[in-house]
DNA sequence: AAATTTAACTTAACAGTGTTAAGTAAATGA
DNA sequence: TCATTTACTTAACACTGTTAAGTTAAATTT
């Protein structure tokens, strides 16, 4: 068996190596520009071989997006510990627009390009988008504690943690692709994308914070 | 100066049957496989052809950009008859729904792809994303004039509007790209991605209007 | 009417992309 | 020692956007 090991870990070692290189590249100069060629260069080996480890590029970018889901962990980790679920939420919220305007690069892949989702329906495996899945459990999760402090309408946790999330997702999306810097400039007020993003998501804050107990 | 108009008006008709051929291409078989060889070959042209009418591929792009927002229009302007702002704020956010899952490939060059925010980058006319923020101002407008009826905080129209075509936009985004497929699926109450989105903009419009005149 | 210029293209080519098939050299197993 | 597997590389295909140079016909000028 040992001589299984060895194999396996040593395949595990190079596949390592290629991410490691894709990465650096992704991170580096974007993902237009992380071509396979350029991965290969990188680590001295001839582009086809990373076809011995990976299947595709889509292969080696869903592996980006996971590892992009790992980044966004240590991100969350530390919000379990907020006792109340509201100031939870709102944290979550921070942390959330934080890592995308850190990484525009990882928010990319994971949540707004086609190719990772394609290659999870291409690849039929029991996993469906498991990073995805459980940030958007955490969500449900915490808006359902929250609705038990008097927040937000009784309604599906599952529809206000989408709206929670699509809101943020919108402005993060919205603010990496530059558009909020073309909306907000040349509008008298001429505020910067950031400016708009802090304020937006500030109003959006107190705005839940006042509607408690309204119990629709 | 028949010579001259003649001569512009001979080139506006080839750069209409260009952009006509790569909106064909663009509708039917997405923006990936839209390539300036098949472009020209869908009008009998040689692929070079086309630089001697736009400058580049992100050039044409961003005309189909602007087709876009031109299409948009005719979806937003019969909005102007609804007297009642919020219900103007409603169907204008039933209304952009609509647009998103019936024209996909143009919500995701209008608000999606970064193409046409760096073409704009690089032509530094006066126009700045004069489509956007046409419709953004629409939606802050229309904010404004709900804020009199006693909806929503008295905020920055501006900071409101950003979260509801944040929220819009998110929920658009994540459905194109199949990630409300994914969340939906196996969470026990097997939401389509379809169903999602219905239930979380009504949920998020019964929660604008149950905080109505809470004045926070 | 003839010569020249300009307009509207095409052909060939460059540099890049992802990807496959075939070939090679070294390590391993019998 | 010989055969086989492992780990790669080289060459090539079919694309992509784009530029430079060449062609052909029409328009303009002389």
Redesign the pocket.
Known sequence: MK?EDK?TN??ED?RKLILDAAKKLFVEEGYQ????????SEI?????????????????VYELHQEGFSLLKTYLMPLATVEAPFERLKALGRTYLNFAKEHPDFYEVMFMMKEPMVHLDNNPTNEMWEGGKEMFGFIIATIAECQQQGYFSKDNPQYIALQAWGLVHGLCSLYITTRLDKVGMENISELSADALLENAYKSFVSFVESSKNSKR
Do not use: C
């Open positions: 001589g194999k040593r395949k190079v520009s992380t071509s396979m060629r350029k991965i290969a001295g080996y001839s582009p086809t071989a990373i076809y011995l480890y990976y299947k595709d590029k889509g292969d080696v």
